[in-house]
């Protein structure tokens, strides 16, 4: 009898896609994924047990009954299919349970071994539950036909387990798992969508592309005015591009804020992944902000079809449905990701997040602002690189103005030789600290001076104090902060840029979403007093092109409150007791690895306790996949929640919502009219109407005209001005 992996609607049964040429397909995809981590056996024979389950005799009288072939009448049969071939593995093969993860999990997500998030989902429970299945009859005869071939590989790991980081396992079992179910994934549509199918990865070469984009930076280049800023610019570029040429691995790239590191490090990672044929150029950007701003930047060079953007805040008018694929699995050769997404991803157990995972191999990832990865999750994002770098033939490019001394990360090279002095040549302000940092200012001090300002930025700590400030100031001063949703935020910035470009008067109050990236350019920046970073990041945007013909003046301030407790608390205490010492000086580079260890030092936990659920056991290959990914979150969502706000015309959209649930498309596109706000003031407007709960855990803005604002954004202190709130 014929088994059948899929049907299609109103055809009959020759038609269908046999499980036979499924599995094949399958394996054959999942091994050439794999090959570049010298694990295609493993890839292959994972392919081919994926879905034993689907020879049973009620999976296949499921597909007739769905078609219409058998009686429709109500089915209470166990079809379920994942669990056969993850049983038949663990059975049968020396170390099957690495295989048994993979194919257990390939549409409910990696389990954890015992208990955990799901318990009667778990690897050892579903092994022994499933064990009835591989002796069901049909089942029992598809393996007796295939077995031989099955137990004929000889599979070994693609390094000696003894020796390896208790890490490498886990890591290595996701890997293969973003193998299988890409491929499955893959070839489910080639059968069910051959037009969907079709409109993947017609990209161009990253050779092409190259051509392209160095055409358009000599072009760049050639054209800029005659300053040392400028010309500073072409040798950090220069000696990028000579770099390139070095083997594979992890490198730095430390350049000052204006110092364009952004063209420069896509020029290293071109000439880099032609040297080394690898794949494509990953950026990870901190802030969905900075990312739209540096995604438009690389459409132009590029092309905006070239270009696939991954992050929560996306526009999707700016979307195709070819770079919507793309964003499944990043097989692209040019995407613009978040920290968030693409740690989260290398944590996650589930086959959406995980199937582009081993897309990120044999790439080039730059990681830009490395200094703002969470400290909480420190050591498992630092242990995420050393994976990447060490086991998958990617290179890591640490890009900031303040290096960050990260534990743990050995060989980095940094790509800009010290002879340069680029900190020294670059210097285009000059930063003011407080004479007496015992003295905290009042608000109404800070307004006054800045009045005297034509252009002035302050930035401050939290959202609370960039709304006290704006209050206090003249009419016509912009605030910026993330009580604003994303549509509303790009359009403030680009009306700043507009005013700075054209000399209008502009003074804005922003919080520290304003320093990490976004190319804004002051005479005068005011910074409240925090850590060392963020003071740099902030003098960042201030003469950032070295026009104003004597240095931009950035002035740090005592705020009236210290920095809320946590990390902002930590950095503030860790500048203040190095500042207490003689000789430390705010704008030397050498004063950063200071500031870090001492910021670093003063942290409860830098994630160590994580790498339990992961390594605890790993020896007898038991791991803790779905507890590990719950508790890996960049973003700390158990004190914070998602409110869909109304603004910029989203009605209609709103009004889908409401009516059709949380589609994907729908979500997708309100993305950008978005807030998180604290559960507290959640809690508090839910019970004076402000906000609905239409669906579980989607929570929208009732419309309510002053509740969302073209000053604030979202009002989130209107009867809770107490409240503490989000610090961005």
């Excluded at 050892?124 to 089942?139: A, M, N, T, W, Y």
């Excluded at 870090?596 to 605890?616: M, V």
Aim: proline share 5%; hydrophobic share 40%; glycine share 6%.
């Amino acid at each position: 009898m014929m088994n059948y992996a899929h049907s299609l609607d109103n055809q009959p049964e020759v038609k269908w896609q046999s499980l036979e040429e499924h599995a094949a397909q399958v394996a054959a995809r999942a091994a050439g994924f794999a090959d570049s981590f010298a694990s295609g056996d493993w890839a292959k024979l994972v392919g081919l047990l994926h879905d034993l389950g689907k020879s049973r005799q009620s999976f296949q009288d499921y597909l007739k009954r769905s078609n219409g072939l058998l009686d429709a009448g109500y089915d209470a049969s166990d079809h379920s299919h994942s669990g056969a071939g993850a049983v038949w593995a663990a059975q049968n093969l020396k170390i099957g349970r690495i295989l048994a993860y993979c194919v257990a999990g390939h549409h409910a997500g990696l389990p954890d071994w015992i208990g955990g998030v799901t318990p009667s989902g778990s690897l050892s429970s579903r092994l022994k539950q499933e064990e009835g299945v591989v002796l069901e009859q049909p089942v029992m005869a598809w393996i007796q036909e295939r077995e031989a071939v099955w137990q004929s590989f000889q599979l070994s790991p693609p390094w000696p387990f003894e020796n390896a980081n208790l890490s490498d396992i886990s890591f290595w079992i996701r890997m293969l798992y973003s193998c299988l179910t890409d491929a499955d994934y893959l070839d489910t549509e080639a059968f069910m969508d051959a037009d969907r199918a079709a409109v993947r990865s017609h990209y161009p070469e990253l050779s092409e592309l190259a051509e392209r984009f160095f055409k358009q930076l000599d072009a760049k280049q050639n054209s800029t005015a005659d300053t040392e800023v400028n010309h500073i610019r072409a040798e950090i570029r220069a000696v990028c591009e000579k770099v390139a040429d070095s083997p594979p691995g992890l490198f730095s790239l430390t350049v000052p804020t204006g110092g364009g590191k952004t063209l420069s490090g896509t020029a290293f990672a071109l000439r880099h992944a032609l040297r080394h044929s690898l794949k494509r150029i990953i950026y990870i950007i901190p802030y969905t902000s900075i990312l739209e701003q540096t995604a438009d930047v690389l459409r132009g060079f590029f092309g905006q079809e070239n270009v696939v953007e991954h992050h929560s805040n996306f526009d999707q008018n700016r979307e195709t449905q070819q770079s919507r694929l793309a964003a499944e699995n990043w097989d692209a050769p040019i995407i613009v990701t978040t920290s968030v997404q693409f740690f989260e991803s290398l944590y996650a157990h589930k086959s959406g997040r995980c199937r582009k995972l081993h897309n990120i191999g044999n790439s080039v990832v730059i990681l830009d602002e490395a200094q703002l990865l969470p400290p909480r999750l420190l050591l498992p994002c630092i242990e995420a690189i050393r994976q990447l770098v060490s086991r998958y033939g990617v290179s890591f490019v640490l890009s900031t103005a303040t290096q960050p001394a990260l534990p743990g990360l050995d060989n980095i090279r940094e790509i800009i030789p010290p002879e340069m002095d680029l900190y020294r040549r670059l210097k285009r302000t000059e930063i003011v600290m407080p004479e007496n940092r015992g003295i905290r200012r009042p608000w109404k001090d800070i307004a006054e001076e800045l009045k005297n300002y034509n252009q002035v930025l302050c930035v401050v700590n939290t959202r609370r104090d960039c709304r006290d400030l704006h209050a206090l100031m003249p009419e016509g001063t912009l605030h910026l902060s993330a009580t604003m949703c994303g549509e509303h935020r790009s359009q403030a910035i680009a009306v700043i840029k507009e005013k700075l470009q054209t000399g209008q008067s502009i003074r804005v109050i922003s919080t520290q979403l304003v320093e990490a990236g976004v190319d804004i350019d002051f005479p005068v920046v005011y910074r409240a007093f925090t850590g060392l970073p963020s003071i740099v990041q902030a003098a960042g945007r201030c003469n950032r092109e070295g026009l104003a013909g004597q240095p931009g003046q950035v002035i740090v301030f005592m705020p009236p409150n210290a920095a809320p407790l946590g990390d902002l608390r930590k950095a503030e205490d860790a500048l203040m007791n190095l500042l207490a010492a003689s000789g430390f000086d705010v704008e030397s580079p050498v004063s950063y690895s200071k500031f870090f260890e001492h910021f670093y030092s003063a942290q409860n936990d830098l994630g160590s306790a994580f790498a339990d659920w992961l390594t605890k056991d790993a020896r007898n290959l038991q791991f803790q996949f779905r507890e590990a990914a719950a508790a890996f979150r960049m973003i700390d969502d158990k004190a914070s929640v998602t409110v869909i706000v109304r603004y910029g015309g989203n009605d209609t959209l709103v009004k889908s919502l409401l009516a059709i649930g949380p589609k994907r498309d729908i979500m997708r596109r309100l993305q950008r009219y978005s807030v998180n706000i604290s559960r507290y003031i959640l809690t508090r407007w839910q019970e004076k109407g402000f906000v609905e709960e239409p669906h579980p855990g989607i929570y929208v803005q009732e419309d309510i005209a002053s509740l969302y604002n073209e000053t604030f954004g979202l009002d989130v202190y209107r009867d809770t001005p107490d409240a503490e709130d989000l610090v961005l």
